[in-house]
């Protein structure tokens, strides 16, 4: 693995990028960064992947709900401000809404008319130039061996539809540090948080204004299979052979 970016308290929040993040979003960055820097035993790999401009869309696997804290500082070591595909509900918590309006982030509504209006928003902001964070099994994996499980096919949809590069992210750790209902991060000792970025996946050859339901499938078995070699790359493990073959 090639040599990763270590999260210092002081020198990453004067490095991050400001333009961009909106007044709570930057606020909480501002915040969270010192305590996963002090509090976990953080690297990123990788992300020189990330175009520095531009649109794009960045792929990660899903363990935690610290996770979107993790990749926002990736994402802002690779010199980008993210902007999140995140379920609607997060808008009806006090002070997170506040967070979710300010950054941009865009909602993740239920029912075919929403749904359609979240990806042409996702379309728009990638068209725009914004980096869009997507988790594409649409939660955290429900496997008990903590791989990533069948994704939906929302992101490729958008990929194929904008011909935005697709980053692929393996996170791994973030579920030591907050593990699924827990209410508390558990910092003590400090866990590894490791984080490794991989380049874009070829997708120029499924490119298309009107993707077909095969070429979305084709699509996202391809930034499946690219997340979760990295995150075998990450754990030192090979995925387990129904992933492979999948």
Avoid at 175 to 185: E, K, M, S
Avoid at 211 to 230: D, F, G, H, N
Wanted: aromatic share 6%; net charge positive; with cysteine.
């Amino acid at each position: 693995m090639a040599e990763g970016s270590r999260l210092r308290p002081l020198t990453a929040l004067r490095r991050f990028p400001r333009t961009g993040r909106g007044r709570w979003f930057g606020l909480a960055i501002d915040v969270l960064a010192p305590f996963l820097a002090l509090g976990t035993r953080y690297r990123v790999t990788g992300a020189h992947h990330i175009p520095r401009e531009g649109g794009v869309l960045v792929a990660s696997n899903h363990l935690s709900y610290a996770d979107p804290v993790m990749i926002t500082a990736a994402c802002l070591m690779g010199g980008r401000v993210p902007r999140f595909f995140a379920k609607s509900g997060l808008w009806k918590v006090p002070v997170v809404r506040n967070v979710m309006t300010s950054g941009r982030h865009i909602a993740v509504n239920r029912g075919k008319a929403s749904a359609l209006e979240s990806f042409r928003d996702t379309v728009s902001a990638v068209r725009e130039g914004d980096c869009v964070v997507v988790f594409p099994e649409g939660t955290f994996s429900d496997r008990d061996d903590e791989w990533p499980m069948k994704a939906k096919t929302g992101l490729a949809r958008v990929a194929l539809t904008t011909g935005a590069p697709v980053v692929p992210l393996a996170c791994w750790g973030s579920h030591h540090v907050l593990p699924v209902g827990a209410r508390l991060p558990r910092v003590f000792p400090r866990r590894r948080v490791e984080l490794l970025a991989g380049p874009p996946v070829d997708l120029s050859d499924l490119v298309s204004e009107r993707p077909t339901a095969t070429q979305q499938r084709e699509a996202t078995q391809r930034i499946m299979a690219a997340v979760t070699s990295l995150l075998a790359e990450v754990r030192g493990e090979d995925p387990p052979p129904d992933l492979v073959k999948a």
